[in-house]
């Protein structure tokens, strides 16, 4: 059987942002030694932060990583256990490039690796990952003048400073219900609201053991089924407030005290709106997905909405590029400017409890004004040839009265009341469709239209 370092194996597992793969099969500890080498050279690295989830395999392809990075020469400061964002802040922090070993939200068998420059700057397949990859298949290894250090250093308290004096929460107690799915926000929760203090927040814990065979549910929050239990124990506690977090918490979800899940795109909105009382006019990054409740919030507030493609390399480009204050995607990641434009799950979930607790409203009445949509979410339909029934779709819509099209990512078609979008997927055969109406009945005879033509049927 090929080895992990074989080249079939390399084109497979280092995707468009990320390395990821099952293990030991596709990801290992030699293929983590192979790219810490890898990665030292060809940013030419003279320093690495490196940060591991609780997955069973992740400290040892954390350590591998190490060994191949102080081969190639660099000194490698371990920050240990850490959340996805928490590494964000050590590359910023102290500024050097990062390494987190984490598969995030994806089931127990899997795991990856994010690498980030300096400043938390993402690596991508455009921006240095493709290299990466093709001096691993490369092999060899160049002799360094210098064997590189490892040295441990302990950013967990720093790191929940910095979020709290971003987003400090003042005003009235609340009681919050925190679903961290045996995942790392069970490792920085207790730190970021420890700090807060009890006469400040009280905080209902669930699943904060951390196990990386998610023994409860998949810490995967998108998918409606892994809130269910949130969503009972917000009710039966009567908390004011449910938080949910992926794997490696750098997403965040609310449900609110009804026990109803909150929109992504809903918290965008609030948060846009948090931002632009601090500079008004500022620029608010969605992507084109979320709903248009987050530009018209941006623009009733006098900010500037930019719309960008699915994606953060994307966004967090478009943000270096317009200099905007904040930028929120569908899928619940929620980028900062003065977090080194990299994604935070716990510093969004400060920004709503810090709303919720300087309102007397409850969350769900807070929200109303940003809920002013009806989405399908995400549907997945699997398809022999995307491109041909995308193309389908366009003919269908393009001459109608009153319709836009776009292609910025997929195909968007706009109406006043109504828009849909289809983008195929980079890496299966499938067509992703969002659609959104003024109301219920009109999203749905919308979504269901564009059903019918993705799996050949007709309305």
Known sequence: MPGTLDPTNLAAVFKAYDVRGVVPDQIDEELARATGRAFVQVL???????????RPSSPGMAGAFADGATEAGADVILIGLASTDQLYFASGHLGHPG??????????????????????????????????????????????????????????EAYAAHLLALSPVTGRRLKVVVDAGNGMAGHTAPAVFGRLGGDRIEVVPMYFELDGTFPNHEANPIDPDTLVDLQKRVV????DIGLAFDGDADRCFLVDERGEAVSPSTLTALIASRELAKEPGATVIHNLITSRAVPETVTELGGTPVRTRVGHSFIKATMAETDAI???????????????????????????????????????????????????????????DPAAVVAEIEATYGGRDGVTLDRLDGLTVSHDDWWFNVRPSNTEPLLRLNAEGRDASTMVEVRDAVLAIIRRERP
Not at 114 to 133: D, H, N, S, Y
Request: aromatic share 6%; glycine share 12%.
């Open 44 to 54: 030419g690295a003279d320093t690495v932060v490196i940060g591991h989830d609780m």
């Open 99 to 156: 390494v987190m070993f984490t598969a995030s939200h994806n089931p127990a068998q899997y795991n990856g690796i994010k690498m980030c420059r300096a400043g938390a700057t993402p690596v991508g397949m455009e921006t240095g990952l493709a290299e990466i990859r093709d001096a691993v298949a490369a092999g060899g290894r160049a002799v360094a003048a210098r064997q590189g250090t490892i040295s441990n250093h302990d950013v967990l």
């Open 236 to 239: 039966a506690e009567g908390a």
């Open 326 to 384: 904040f930028g929120g995607e569908h899928s619940g990641h929620f980028y900062f400017r003065d977090f080194w434009r990299a994604d935070s799950g716990m510093l969004a979930a400060l920004h709503a409890l810090a709303a919720l607790a300087e309102s007397d409203r409850t969350l769900s009445e807070l929200l109303a004004d940003h809920e002013r949509y009806v989405v399908s979410g995400e549907i997945n339909s699997t398809v022999s």
